[in-house]
């Protein structure tokens, strides 16, 4: 899952995005190289807490977690292409994080009846809850969103000072 906010939602993002455009190559280098290095273990450190205790979510989720830099940056979780190993059947982070973050049934909690026969002949009605392994859908998603909506607003002012900051020294306004 690879996570950027839009360009064309605040006025301060949009002028990051269009100064960094502007700058040199060498500038672009040095800021994706701070935004990497201060936003990393923060996003890391989120994804990790709303994974909980859950050793699944940290590995599945949790485990590839970083920023990617760019214009602007990308919040990635559950990027690997390999699969786990064998005790979780296979889950490859990149194909089924997805399902992982969003998960549940529409019928969960749903009744289902039919009417069961006993060798002698007698018949009853039995009411069940299959779905309930299931967990309910979450349409919020259960940890990178709530970790991206927590981040957010931090990371995109955090992105701003950072180019800001680095487009000041290079201009020798120290």
């Known amino acids: 899952m690879r996570l950027q906010p839009s ?20 500038i672009r280098a040095q800021i994706s190289k701070d935004t990497r290095t201060i936003m990393n273990p923060e996003w890391q450190k989120a994804v990790a807490t709303h994974a909980g205790g859950s050793r699944f979510d940290n590995v599945a989720l949790g485990k590839g977690a970083r920023v990617a830099a760019g214009n602007p940056a990308r919040l990635v979780a559950a990027s690997s292409k390999r699969a786990l190993r064998k005790g979780e059947n296979g889950f490859v982070p990149n194909v089924m994080g997805r399902a992982l973050e969003f998960p549940g049934n ?58 800001v900051r680095n487009i000041y020294e290079a201009t020798d306004g120290k």
């Open 7 to 26: 360009a064309t939602s605040s006025q301060l993002l949009r002028g990051a995005v269009l100064a960094l455009k502007s700058c040199g190559k060498d």
């Open 106 to 163: 529409v019928q969960h909690g749903k009744k289902s009846s039919y009417t069961r026969r006993f060798k002698g002949g007698s018949a009853h009605e039995v009411t069940r809850r299959t779905l309930t392994g299931y967990p309910a859908p979450k349409p919020g998603g259960r940890v990178v969103y709530p970790a991206v909506a927590d981040v957010m607003p931090r990371f995109v002012s955090l992105w701003v000072q950072i180019i």
